[in-house]
T-cell receptor, first 115, second 117 residues
Framework: DGGITQSPKYLFRKEGQNVTLSCEQNLNHDAMYWYRQDPGQGLRLIYYSQIVNDFQKGDIAEGYSVSREKKESFPLTVTSAQKNPTAFYLC??????????????FGPGTRLTVL | AQSVTQPDIHITVSEGASLELRCNYSYGATPYLFWYVQSPGQGLQLLLKYFSGDTLVQGIKGFEAEFKRSQSSFNLRKPSVHWSDAAEYFCAVGAPTSTSGTYKYIFGTGTRLKVLA
């Protein structure tokens, strides 16, 4: 079955540590996205990538970094510079990012808790 | 700037009752509109989408939505709610990014639906 996988489902981190969230898709999509979800705030865009080896900052990129070395993979690193990292993180993909009508497909999410 | 407003944070309905979830958008051009549903602790699933043409669009799970340009609205409806519809619902609009020719979603803050047996 084609889809998006995110791992781990739950992640705990000590304050001051970097942590990397995995996102893999086998839909052959060019575009991938990372969102952060907090209660009552909807989804906010962290980073997006239209093509391998290229990515752009979204609306709340500070304290995060990404890479896109392979088409199917778009890992997100939450760095110690992110002041309030506890949240639910969602990865998504679309066939490409060059159309406002392109449907985004979402992974199951990773819940990150900073202890 | 583009934005999406979902004025109802929580809605409670009885099973079998009708449902309407409100969504208002702010967008200068022809909007591309989406409704997604999220079960607790899960990702988002697309219910339906509007691009152009017929302003009443049908989606999965018996949902429909009506686009009203004059009211800048895209409300989601279901004639008879089932207990399994309890979830959070998000409205989104496709909008250009700062990179020419590329687009992103702008999401509303969501409406959490509770269904009473």
């Amino acid at each position: 079955d084609g889809g998006i996988t995110q791992s781990p489902k739950y992640l705990f981190r000590k304050e001051g540590q970097n942590v990397t969230l995995s996102c893999e898709q086998n839909l052959n999509h060019d575009a991938m996205y990372w969102y952060r979800q907090d209660p009552g705030q909807g989804l906010r865009l962290i980073y997006y990538s239209q093509i391998v080896n290229d990515f752009q900052k979204g609306d709340i990129a500070e304290g995060y970094s990404v890479s896109r070395e392979k088409k199917e993979s778009f890992p997100l690193t939450v760095t110690s510079a992110q002041k309030n990292p506890t949240a639910f993180y969602l990865c998504a993909s679309s066939i490409n990012g060059r159309g406002a009508r392109n449907e985004q497909f979402f992974g199951p999410g990773t819940r990150l808790t900073v202890l | 700037a583009q934005s999406v407003t979902q004025p109802d944070i929580h809605i409670t309905v009885s099973e079998g009752a009708s449902l309407e979830l409100r969504c208002n958008y702010s967008y200068g051009a022809t909007p591309y509109l989406f409704w997604y549903v999220q079960s607790p602790g899960q990702g988002l699933q697309l219910l339906l989408k509007y691009f152009s043409g017929d302003t009443l669009v049908q989606g999965i799970k018996g949902f429909e939505a009506e686009f009203k340009r004059s009211q800048s609205s895209f409300n989601l409806r279901k004639p008879s709610v089932h207990w399994s519809d309890a979830a959070e619902y998000f409205c989104a609009v496709g909008a250009p990014t700062s990179t020419s020719g590329t687009y992103k979603y702008i999401f509303g803050t969501g409406t959490r639906l509770k269904v009473l047996a």
